[in-house]
């Protein structure tokens, strides 16, 4: 005879958008994504958006559960939000590069090297970072925050020092940038993207400020992906050359199905510029992390508290 194997401790089912919606209803969860998800997990979600949408709906939701198809700073601003929820994430090892490029110890190094200034941090970063900083921003409200401050006090801006470059242009203000990026807002090469234009002569490029200034020069327009999935939308162009990570393109097919959305070349032929971080969440993982509720988000009680504070500005100033 032959030996019968076990059978999956959870195995997956066939109809993975109707389990998950089973799950959700017995969990009374909600399902937060951010567009750079992949497009079946897009679908499924109660909620799609950028950090800013995702901050705030996270702050907003009723749910018991809160399961973030995200990066791992992400979920810990849920949970930093919502210290009496579960908080699921699909992938613990879906981090983040501009958050890994901001160590604690030598961004408090950093920031005691200018004690009298106010630390801007952007979203993306860890909880301890954000216990580190006065106000945290996004990309959607970063320049908006820093018009607040008044001119006299100087500001840090951390981590992404593409962004903070990107903010001083457009403020005016003298910022002192830590020396983070991302790597796939990185990898976008200004040669090829220069191509493309030449074969594609009516295509506007559009681009996130994380990009590399020689990148942003060429852009027609520069926005968060919020931002930019609404200018693709009211725009009268028909076909645009997207510079961030392509998952946004799936939303705009969606929000505009007649237009062409072409995403910018990266250095080499990979597919770098999809963020390797994002895509390390997929169904069957999002099914099995609300069926096990694990990989379960959890922070000290100190540094959630010092991270929330600095949320809560941002939220009061948005």
Same mark, same amino acid.
């Given at each position: 005879? #032959?030996?019968?194997?076990?059978?999956?401790?959870?195995?997956?089912?066939?109809?993975?958008?109707?389990?998950?919606?089973?799950?959700?209803?017995?969990?009374?969860?909600?399902?937060?994504?951010?567009?750079?998800?992949?497009?079946?997990?897009?679908?499924?979600?109660?909620?799609? =958006?950028?950090?800013?949408?995702?901050?705030?709906?996270?702050?907003?939701?009723?749910? +018991? *559960?809160?399961?973030?198809?995200?990066?791992?700073?992400?979920?810990?601003?849920?949970?930093?939000?919502?210290?009496?929820?579960?908080?699921?994430?699909?992938?613990?090892?879906?981090?983040?590069?501009?958050?890994? !490029?901001?160590?604690?110890? +030598?961004?408090?190094?950093?920031?005691?090297?200018?004690?009298?200034?106010?630390?801007? !941090?952007?979203?993306?970063?860890?909880?301890? $970072?954000?216990?580190?900083?006065?106000?945290?921003?996004?990309? !959607?409200?970063?320049?908006?925050?820093? +018009?607040?401050?008044?001119?006299?006090?100087?500001?840090?801006?951390?981590?992404?020092?593409?962004? =903070?470059?990107?903010?001083?242009?457009?403020? =005016?203000?003298?910022?002192?940038?830590?020396? =983070?990026?991302?790597?796939?807002?990185?990898? #976008?090469?200004?040669?090829?993207?220069?191509?493309?234009? *030449?074969?594609?002569?009516?295509? +506007?490029?559009?681009?996130?400020?994380?990009?590399?200034?020689?990148?942003?020069?060429?852009?027609?327009?520069?926005?968060?992906?919020?931002?930019?999935?609404?200018?693709?939308?009211?725009?009268?162009?028909?076909?645009?050359?997207?510079?961030?990570?392509?998952?946004?393109?799936?939303?705009?097919?969606?929000?505009?199905? &007649?237009?062409? #959305?072409?995403?910018?070349?990266?250095?080499? &032929?990979?597919?770098?510029?999809?963020?390797?971080?994002?895509?390390?969440?997929?169904?069957?993982?999002?099914?099995?992390?609300?069926?096990?509720?694990?990989?379960? $988000?959890?922070?000290?009680?100190?540094?959630? *508290?010092?991270?929330?504070?600095?949320?809560?500005?941002?939220?009061?100033? !948005?």
């Amino acid at each position: 005879m #032959f030996a019968t194997a076990n059978p999956p401790k959870n195995p997956i089912p066939q109809d993975l958008f109707a389990a998950i919606n089973e799950l959700k209803k017995e969990l009374n969860a909600v399902i937060l994504a951010h567009y750079y998800q992949e497009p079946d997990i897009q679908d499924i979600a109660d909620y799609i =958006g950028d950090s800013l949408g995702l901050s705030q709906q996270a702050a907003n939701t009723d749910a +018991e *559960v809160i399961v973030f198809a995200g990066v791992h700073f992400m979920a810990e601003t849920a949970k930093i939000l919502n210290p009496d929820k579960l908080v699921l994430l699909p992938d613990l090892n879906a981090g983040c590069s501009l958050a890994d !490029s901001c160590p604690p110890q +030598e961004f408090q190094a950093f920031k005691d090297a200018h004690p009298d200034h106010l630390v801007i !941090s952007y979203i993306n970063c860890t909880a301890e $970072i954000k216990a580190k900083s006065d106000i945290i921003c996004t990309s !959607s409200n970063a320049v908006k925050l820093v +018009e607040q401050i008044p001119p006299e006090k100087p500001i840090i801006f951390a981590p992404d020092r593409n962004l =903070g470059r990107y903010v001083a242009e457009q403020t =005016g203000r003298d910022l002192v940038l830590w020396q =983070g990026s991302c790597i796939v807002h990185e990898t #976008f090469s200004e040669k090829k993207m220069i191509e493309l234009q *030449v074969e594609h002569p009516t295509a +506007e490029i559009i681009a996130h400020p994380e990009c590399e200034p020689a990148v942003l020069r060429h852009a027609k327009y520069i926005g968060s992906t919020t931002a930019l999935l609404k200018y693709c939308q009211n725009s009268n162009r028909d076909k645009f050359i997207v510079a961030t990570e392509p998952g946004i393109i799936h939303q705009m097919k969606k929000a505009a199905p &007649n237009k062409q #959305f072409i995403p910018a070349p990266a250095m080499n &032929n990979c597919a770098c510029n999809e963020c390797p971080h994002m895509r390390l969440n997929t169904l069957e993982k999002l099914y099995l992390a609300m069926k096990n509720k694990t990989p379960e $988000i959890t922070l000290p009680e100190d540094i959630r *508290v010092a991270a929330l504070k600095p949320i809560q500005k941002m939220l009061e100033m !948005s």
